[in-house]
C-alpha cells in the first residue's frame, strides 16, 4: 500500500513508556493525549498546521457529551498526524470521575480512503490505579541516605490475611552499564525484603540506602541511578538522582563556600514528532575514557526532551569512573535562518573564504540566531551539503547537521 493509498486513515497513537501499564488516572486536571490521523487536514505543506475541532470532534465520558479542546496540532509539517489534549473534568453531571469511567473521543472525518464520509473513535478508560506500579519517598537522595521504594503490584498479593513479600532481586539496579539487583551486598535495605505494607493492601515498600559504589565503581555526585521492577506482566522504572541533582561540590580552605556544577549537556533535534536516534559515540565528552557502557546507549531512540546518560568506564590511569551528561532533543524547527543562503552561496562559488564563512556561522551560533546539533567544534564545512542546501535541493535539517559548532 503506498501513501495515496494510505490517505485518510486513522491511525491511534500510543506515545507512553512502556512501564506505563495501567489505564489513565480518574484525577481532576490530568491531561489525556490523542491522535488523529488524517492526510486530508494537512493542507499547507510548509507549516505545522492548527485546526479548529468545532464539527470534526466529540467528547463524551460515559457517553455524556463533556468540553474538549478547541483545536488541534499537527505534530510536525505535512505530518498529516494532529494532536488533541483533554483536560478531565471535576465532575461529569454532578458526579465525580470514579474507576472505570471511560473517556471516548469521535472523530467525524469528512472523507476516507474512499472518498465517504466516517466516524472513528478512540476511547482511554480511567483508573484508581497509580500510573506507574513503582514510586519513591524522594527522586534527589545523597550517598549514604535511606529512601523508601514502593511497588503497586496486585499480582503479588497472595494471601489476604497477611502481608506477602517480593524478592529484592527482582528489582534490579542500573548505573551506566552497571548492573545488579537489591540483593547485591553493596546495598543496604530495611527489612530485607519488599514487604507488603498490610494485609490485602496491594503495596510493598522497601528502604533502600544509597551506597558509596557499587561493582567497584564509584556513585558520583550528579549520577542518574535506575531501580526496574523486573516483572513481565509490569515492567516499570524510576529513576533516583544523587545529590540533589548537583553535579559536584568543592570547598575552598578559607570557609564554606560551595560550587554546583550541572552535567553538560548535548543538543540534538527531533526527527519527528516523537523524537530521535542520537549517535553521541564521538563526542569530546567520552574522548578521555576508555572502553565506555552508557546506558540509555549511543544510537538509542531519544524522546523528545532531556535524558541523562550515565557511562561507566576506565580513565587514562585505569581508575573506575562514572560520568553523566544530559542529551536534549529539541522539537523540530528550521535551525539555520533563510537569509543565510545568499552568503552560503557566495562561499560556494568562492567570492568569500572559508574562514570568513566559519566566522559568520560561528557568530549566529554564539548569539542564539541559529542552532545546530552535537558538541564538537570543527573548522571543516560539509561544502557538498551547504551548497546543496543553498541551491534548495536539502533540508535546513540537513544542512544544520553538516555544521559540526558548538551551539552553546
Request: charged share 10%; hydrophobic share 35%; net charge negative.
Amino acid at each position: 500500500m503506498n501513501l495515496s493509498q494510505m490517505k485518510g486513515f486513522f491511525i491511534i497513537l500510543l506515545l507512553v513508556p512502556l512501564s506505563l501499564s495501567y489505564a489513565e488516572p480518574a484525577t481532576p486536571g490530568t491531561v489525556l493525549t490523542f491522535y488523529v490521523n488524517d492526510l486530508n487536514l494537512s493542507t499547507d505543506h510548509r507549516a505545522v498546521m492548527t485546526i479548529s475541532t468545532s464539527g470534526l470532534v466529540d467528547f463524551t465520558i460515559n457517553g455524556v457529551s463533556i468540553a474538549g479542546p478547541g483545536a488541534m496540532v499537527e505534530t510536525g509539517i505535512d505530518s498529516g498526524i494532529f494532536q488533541l489534549q483533554l483536560t478531565l473534568p471535576d465532575t461529569v453531571n454532578g458526579k465525580p470521575l470514579k474507576n472505570g469511567d471511560v473517556v471516548v473521543m469521535t472523530y467525524h472525518q469528512q472523507a476516507d480512503y474512499s472518498g465517504n464520509p466516517t466516524t472513528l473513535t478512540q476511547s482511554k478508560v480511567l483508573s484508581s490505579a497509580p500510573s506507574s506500579p513503582v514510586a519513591i519517598s524522594s527522586s534527589n537522595v545523597r550517598i549514604g541516605q535511606y529512601f523508601k521504594l514502593q511497588i503497586y503490584a496486585p499480582n503479588y498479593n497472595l494471601d489476604s490475611q497477611k502481608p506477602d513479600d517480593i524478592p529484592l532481586d527482582m528489582i534490579e539496579f542500573h548505573m551506566g552499564g552497571v548492573q545488579t539487583t537489591l540483593a547485591d551486598s553493596a546495598f543496604q535495605v530495611n527489612p530485607y525484603t519488599l514487604r507488603e505494607t498490610g494485609p490485602n493492601t496491594d503495596t510493598f515498600e522497601v528502604n533502600v540506602k544509597i551506597p558509596k559504589s557499587v561493582g567497584g565503581f564509584p556513585i558520583e555526585m550528579g549520577s542518574t541511578l535506575e531501580f526496574r521492577f523486573n516483572d513481565p506482566s509490569i515492567p516499570s522504572s524510576v529513576f533516583v538522582t544523587v545529590g540533589g541533582g548537583s553535579y559536584s561540590t568543592s570547598s575552598s580552605s578559607s570557609g564554606s563556600s560551595t560550587q554546583h556544577m550541572v552535567p553538560p549537556t548535548l543538543i540534538f533535534y527531533a526527527a519527528n514528532s516523537v523524537g530521535a536516534s542520537v549517535n553521541y559515540v564521538n563526542s569530546t565528552l567520552l574522548s578521555s575514557l576508555i572502553g565506555p557502557v552508557c546506558n540509555p546507549q549511543s544510537g538509542s531512540f531519544f524522546m523528545m526532551g532531556t535524558t541523562t546518560v550515565t557511562c561507566a568506564a576506565k580513565d587514562q590511569n585505569g581508575n573506575s569512573v562514572v560520568k553523566t551528561f544530559v542529551v536534549d532533543v529539541l522539537a523540530p524547527q528550521n535551525h539555520i535562518p533563510s537569509w543565510t543562503k545568499k552568503t552560503v552561496g557566495a562561499w560556494c562559488n568562492d567570492d568569500i573564504p572559508d574562514n570568513q564563512l566559519y566566522a559568520s556561522m560561528k557568530y549566529l551560533v554564539s548569539n542564539g540566531m541559529m542552532l545546530v546539533q552535537g558538541d564538537s567544534v570543527g573548522q571543516t564545512l560539509d561544502k557538498s551539503t551547504l551548497c546543496l542546501w543553498a541551491g534548495g535541493k536539502v533540508s535546513d535539517q540537513d544542512a544544520a547537521k553538516s555544521l559540526y559548532i558548538l551551539s552553546r
